[in-house]
């Protein structure tokens, strides 16, 4: 969940919270569980459940986890998990539709655990799907790896989005403008904004200690949405599909370390 408009990396006067050694034990912590309950999540996800039946499992499995729901009353939303299908980008609201064969569907989870929090995202195919949208959901999963190899001590954050957005684009895909990954830790959102567009070598260097919620969202066609009457749900302008996967990170000497796996 991501609630940011258009670029920009850092606001003015805002710093990026370093996480201490033992801030991102606990992380590792939350991570291990979101990644835990997100398994589980995928594997109800199919033909013939309800939105809301996974929104149910979701809470269910997450409160077992002594963690806490981060999205369920964030600035009003109604539910613990976003399920967004097809068409719909991100902040899908769970309800009573039905997954179908040959829908693409989007489970994107937060959780609070033992004070800070974790966010992830993956898209998956219900049954066979459209070759072109296959490709879709497997382009959106690797610019999502592309973006995390430059998670490196001393590389600049807009590398990241350069990553993502030249992969997405060499595939004749587009990537969203309107919404962007995120720092993260002791709050859901923290500084920076992470756009999944823009140039090399721009905005802040990234250090030891940062924790970031690196998501792509991707359009198979033109990277333009609108926000549906319920004032969450972001769809695309032209009504074909969209995919989203993320993962929390954190920026370390060896490298980016992947929580959320």
Same mark, same amino acid.
């Given at each position: 969940?991501? %609630?940011?408009? =258009?670029? &920009?990396?850092?606001? &003015?006067?805002?710093?990026?919270?370093?996480?201490? /050694?033992?801030?991102?034990?606990?992380?590792?912590? #939350?991570?291990?569980? %979101?990644?835990?309950?997100?398994?589980?999540?995928?594997? *109800?996800?199919?033909?013939?459940?309800?939105?809301?039946?996974?929104?149910? @499992?979701?809470?269910?499995?997450?409160?077992?986890?002594?963690?806490?729901?981060? *999205?369920?009353?964030?600035?009003? *939303?109604?539910?613990?998990?976003?399920?967004?299908?097809?068409?719909?980008?991100?902040?899908?609201?769970? !309800?009573?539709?039905?997954?179908?064969?040959?829908?693409?569907?989007?489970?994107? %989870?937060?959780?609070?655990?033992?004070?800070? *929090?974790? !966010?992830?995202?993956?898209? @998956?195919?219900?049954?066979?799907?459209?070759?072109?949208?296959?490709?879709?959901? /497997?382009?959106?999963?690797?610019?999502?790896?592309? #973006?995390?190899?430059?998670?490196?001590?001393?590389?600049? @954050?807009?590398?990241?989005?350069?990553?993502?957005? $030249?992969?997405?684009?060499?595939?004749?895909?587009?990537?969203?403008?309107?919404?962007?990954?995120?720092?993260?830790?002791?709050?859901?959102?923290?500084?920076?904004?992470? &756009? $999944?567009?823009?140039?090399? $070598?721009?905005?802040?260097? =990234?250090?030891?200690?940062?924790? =970031?919620?690196?998501? &792509?969202?991707? $359009?198979?066609?033109?990277?333009?949405?609108?926000?549906?009457?319920?004032?969450?749900?972001?769809?695309?302008? !032209? #009504? %074909?599909?969209?995919?989203?996967?993320?993962?929390?990170?954190?920026?370390? /000497?060896? #490298?980016?370390?992947?929580?959320?796996?």
């Amino acid at each position: 969940m991501k %609630l940011s408009v =258009l670029p &920009p990396r850092l606001e &003015p006067g805002k710093v990026i919270p370093l996480k201490s /050694e033992e801030e991102l034990q606990v992380l590792r912590s #939350g991570g291990k569980v %979101l990644a835990k309950v997100m398994r589980h999540l995928q594997q *109800f996800a199919v033909a013939g459940v309800s939105t809301i039946e996974i929104d149910e @499992l979701a809470e269910k499995l997450v409160r077992q986890e002594n963690a806490l729901p981060a *999205f369920k009353g964030y600035k009003g *939303f109604p539910a613990t998990i976003c399920v967004s299908i097809d068409e719909e980008i991100v902040h899908g609201i769970p !309800d009573k539709r039905i997954l179908a064969e040959g829908n693409i569907v989007s489970l994107d %989870l937060g959780i609070n655990y033992q004070g800070y *929090f974790t !966010d992830a995202a993956v898209t @998956l195919a219900v049954g066979r799907v459209e070759a072109r949208v296959k490709k879709l959901v /497997e382009v959106t999963k690797k610019a999502l790896s592309e #973006g995390i190899k430059q998670a490196r001590i001393g590389s600049h @954050l807009s590398d990241i989005s350069y990553a993502i957005q $030249n992969y997405v684009e060499s595939h004749g895909f587009s990537v969203v403008r309107q919404f962007v990954g995120h720092g993260i830790g002791q709050n859901l959102h923290e500084e920076p904004e992470i &756009p $999944n567009f823009g140039k090399s $070598n721009q905005g802040p260097l =990234l250090k030891k200690g940062m924790v =970031l919620a690196i998501e &792509p969202m991707v $359009n198979m066609g033109t990277w333009e949405s609108k926000i549906l009457d319920n004032g969450w749900t972001a769809v695309t302008a !032209d #009504g %074909l599909a969209s995919a989203h996967f993320e993962h929390t990170i954190a920026v370390t /000497e060896n #490298g980016p370390e992947i929580l959320t796996n």
